[in-house]
Every structure is written in structure tokens, then in C-alpha cells.
């Protein structure tokens, strides 16, 4: 009696178990087909949470049904013309809402859109960053402040070791005269007589006279080669990342994560002498829907979207905008005449060859020369990054590929019919045409 | 042994002085350093991105909004030389922005038209098909629409697989019109901005045609069916911004 019990006890169960587990399977079936056919049709405007061209879709339908008493949603989707001219207020405030108009669906069936609507309501949002791979792009501000403190107190341990130091050997030093004194007492000769301070230094000196001498001098060079050192790096700024206002910008993040290329945003550099630093209008082409990840993140993004005039809430440019003031970087002096152009069409110069890496770097910095000549591909230099010197030793290093541009073709032509000049430019020991040689290194070139 | 006291404070107290100093000479990434005769350095003259009114919170007025990246003035157009084949690629876009560009898309003071997109349709790539042309819409295709685009054309960039847009088309299920296309890269549509301030007019008929290859599979239909010529028609006005931002609806 008890087995028989259990056994349909446990035949309810299994029945019930596969009855839920069908009903399951019969739902994710219609959620995949409701998934497909919102990525191909609605998601280009609409987004399952938050708005975009259009506004946000979840819970959309029961709004709809609780708000429109002329008419259904299906006829909004299909045609919303038609709704609207049922004169449905709720369809009207619809379409007054956004300023982009709606694409016609009538292709779609009402089971369609009823698919459409069961996948935005089941929990599952396509948009948002992908779990951790992407968690190394973003800058974590908190993490940045505590490793800026610790670089910071292993400094202060050193001053305060030194401060350490410093009273010891004095205290010591007082001690051994005040015990030289008591000794001196105690076997009944006169307290020495009180010597000022520098008496007691020459005096030592005096006794001391190779140390110090030696000593001195080495001293007296090591000064002298900092002073040199210094003056030298006048004008010479290698790290000089100033703080910009979009605080959180990373180049590693768009550049490194997003891939997107460096002549997206800085689309001159082919066109003018300046790289370009991108409009407001470039960063609205993505931030118009991307808001930002981090808490700071989301604060530039709505500081650009401020400066574009750019309404999140009616999803509209309603303001006048107001351009973004960065900071300048990369400084020549007033009588150097660089042109981007120049060295990246023409001569088919990478970006690395002078910015480093960017793909792992945050805002806009000066990458030392010493950085630069890690970077696979680069010309190995020495002088600091955007000196003269610098830029000599790359003319005199480079050689000019004479087929990327027709401006060399009259070389080009002079240096293969002519023996002698065949001769001494290319069979000399780089076997190359170096801009030196091409009048790189001529003053007028840079200082016109 | 007071006394004795007192000087080791004393030099104590220098030390920690001397070593507050010492570590305040630490580099700062906010500043370029030290600065050699600075009227060598800041031009006299307008320079782009640069700003010389405002200078680490110092203002100066008599030299202050004098920054080069300014709207030319109305009127003016671009000389292209005298290439005939150059200029008809480069004359002003006579198609209308789309109903509401200025508040989607900022084009402000924009003629807008409701049936500008149609009548974009059947315009005609103004530059013939070569192969050197379509190596240089691809060019263009990876520097500025391979990121959401993919590099394939079937929607799925970088930023799309990183799940930060989503809804990016397939160009093989949307097979339009170079005409269309080119309007939709000069005016932008839903979501995708604007994009004839970072291309020219040549390299936007470039890409056109690149993305008509993508939506065949990589490869540019040639020879196929004739469509009419509507990219310059005689004695029609051509576009040109209006002066002032008020809107010009003149239908095509």
C-alpha cells in the first residue's frame, strides 16, 4: 500500500516536472523567434531598457493597452499613420513624442509583434558590455587614486628615514662632545673651550683635507652635470599629460577595445597640418546612445551630450552647443612648420612612430622616446621626443619609399637613369634614400 | 644641554622642511615644464586647438577668441581646381536633409524635406568604377565604418559585438541604391550621425560604392541596370546652406 503510494506520488511529479519543462521549452522557442525578429526590425531605434530613436520598448504594450482607447498596438506597428488617424490621443501624443518618425511594419503578423513583445518582457537585454572581457578597458578612478597614494608613502618613507638619520648623527655627534667633556672632567683637565659651528667644520675638514678635497670635485661635476641635464630638458616636456576636461576619456578604451580607428576621430590628419581634434558632433555619433559605463563615464557623457545641446529626454538636439575646450598636448614652438599630412600620406608614417601605443594609453600624454623605441616597427631614436634632435635623427635614419606618392616620381626617374647618383645615394652603405638626403635637413624645410 | 636641544629641533625641523621641498619637486603630469623664451613658442599668429586668451586660468582679453576652427562665412565654397571631372564630383549636395535633421541629427539651418531621401535614390556614382577606386572606398569603409558596420558589412563591429549598439544592419539583407547610401552617409538616419563633416563629397561616393560591393558579397555589380542621372540636373538650384538658421522647406 505504502510503495504503490510513493510510486503515484512520483508519476504526478514526473508528469508535472516534463508538463512545466514543454511549457518552457514552448516559450524560449517563441522568446528565440521574438529575439530575431526584434534585432532585425525594431533594435536599430529601440532598445528593450532606456530610450534611443525610439523609446524604450519594455512595458511598452502594457502602457498602450492601458492608456489608447481607439485602437491597438498591432496598428501602430503595422502602419502608424493608421493609428494616429483614428484619433486616439494616446497615438497622437506617440507621434508627436520624437522627432524621427516610425518605419512602416505591415509585413509583420500580430503573432509576430506578440513575439516581439513576450522577448522584451522575459528578462534578458542584449545591449550592455559583455561580462569581463571588457573589464580591463574601462578606468577605474578609485584603483588609479590608490596606486598614486602608495607610489606617494613608499616616497615618504624615504624623507622620513633621511630626517631620521640626519638627527641621529647629530644627537650622536652632541653626545660624544658632552662625554669627551665629562672624561675630561672627571680626569681634571679643562673643559675644551666652546668652538662655534664652523670652527668645528673646518676644523674637521682641515683633518679630513683628501676626503673632502675629492669629495668636492665630485660633488662640484655631479652639480654641474645635473645643471646641464636641466637646462637641457628646457622645452622638453616627456610626460606632459595635462588633465582634460572629458576627466575619464580613454584612448584605450575606443582605440584599444572598440578598435576604432585613430582617423575617426582625428580625420585630418590626411587632409591638413593638424591631426584634428574630433567635434562634438563625432562623439554624438555614438554617445548620442551609448551613455557610459562608470559613474564618471556617465558624467562626460552628459557633459558632451550638454555641449552637443542634446536633450536626453525628448531625444532631441533642442540647445545651441557649445564646442568641447581640450587641451593641447603635442606643442611645436611658433617656428617649426610640421604638417601631419605630410609625414602620414606622403611619407606612410604610423601613429606609433611618435604618439607610442595608444591603445593602452588614457588621455592624450607625451610617451618618452624611451617608450617609442620599444614599439615593434618604430625607428630607434635617442634625442627626447619632440626635439630637433629627435626630429633630425628620424630624417637622417628614414628612407623615403619613392613609389607611395607621385611627388617623388622626378626623383624617382633622376636617380634610376643616372648612374652617378644611382650610385652615391643608393649604393652608398644604408642603400636607401634618407629625407636627409632629399634636403631633409635643410633649415627652410621646418623654419619657413 | 638645553641648548643642545634646541639645535637638533632646529635642524630637524629644517630637514623635514628641506624634504617637504624636495618631494614637491616631483613631476607634475599637469605641467610642461620649464619654458624657454614663451613668445617663441606661442604664436602670434591664429593657431588651430589653440587658445592663447585662456592660459592655466589666466585671461587675456585683447588676444581671446581668436581660435581658428570657425564656420567660414556664408557664401564661400571651396576651390577645387579646374578638373571638370573633380568639380562635378565636389559641387554642393542638392538633395534636402530629412524631415527634423536639425533636431536628430544637429543640422541646423538645414534645407529639410520630407522627400529628399527618394529623390536621392537614383543618383548616380559620379566616379566610374575601377578597382583602384573600390581599394579606396575600402580604405575609407575601415577608417570610419568598420567599427559598427563590421568589416564584412554584415553589422557586427567591434562596438556591436562589445554590446554597446546594437541594430546595425545587415548590408546584405538591405540592398539600396548608391544614391541612397550617400544620402544616408551625408545626413545619417536613426541612430548613425552624420558623417559629411568627417568625409568630403569624393570620399563619400568612395565608400558608396564600397558598400554596394558589400552588399553583394565583396564584390561591385558591374554593368548593371540603368538608372537615370538625377545628381546634377540643369537649371535646378543647387543646395546651399541658408544664412541665417531659420528653416528653408523649398520642396525639390
Redesign the interface.
Known sequence: MKLSKSLILRNIRNLFLSFSLSVLAIGSVHAQDGKKLF??N??????VEGN??GPQLKGAKAKWEAEATETDIYTWVKNWENAVATGDGYATAMAASR???MSKFGFLSNEDIDAIFEYVESDQD?????GD??ADCYVDLEKQKLEEEANAST??VW??L??FF??VI??VG?LRK?LVNANRVKEGNDVLPEQSRGEVLRGWAWRNRKVVSVLGVVSFLTILVFIVN?LN?????P?????QPIKMFSHKLHAG?????C??CH?TVEKS??AG?P?V??C???H???DGHTEQGKKDVQKIREH???DGDQF???NE?A?I??N?VH?L???VYFSHQQHVKVGGIDCKQCHGDMTKETIA?IVPVEELNKIEGNVKLTRPTLTMGWCLECHRETGVNLDKSGYYQEIKKRLTTNKKLYKRFLEDKDHKVTVEELGGWECAKCHY | MKIRFKSILGISVIAVVGAITLSSCKGDPNSPGLEYMPDMYRSSAIEPYVDYGHIRGRDNDSIAHLQSAKTPPYGTAPWYGSDESVIKVMLPYRHAAPENADKTHALWGERQSALGRDAAINDVNPIPYSDVSFAEGKDIYEKFCMQCHGAKGDGQGKIVLNGKISGVPNYADKKISEGEIFYTVTYGKGIMGQHRSLLNKRERWLVSMYVKGLQNGGKYPVGGEEVKDTTVVEGEPLEVAPADSTMNNEQE
Do not use: F, L
Open positions: 534585432e532585425t525594431c533594435a536599430a531605434c529601440h532598445k534611443s530613436t522627432p524621427d518618425k542584449p545591449t550592455g558590455p559583455k572581457a571588457m616616497n615618504w624623507y622620513i633621511a630626517v640626519i638627527v647629530v644627537a652632541g658632552q636641466a630638458m628646457i622645452g622638453v616636456y610626460n606632459y599629460k595635462p588633465e577595445c572598440d578598435e576604432i580607428s582617423q575617426y580625420n597640418r593638424t581634434i567635434t558632433n563625432v554624438m555619433n555614438c548620442k546612445s551609448i552637443a545641446g542634446w532631441a538636439y533642442v552647443g564646442p575646450v581640450w593641447k606643442v614652438p611658433d617656428h600624454r
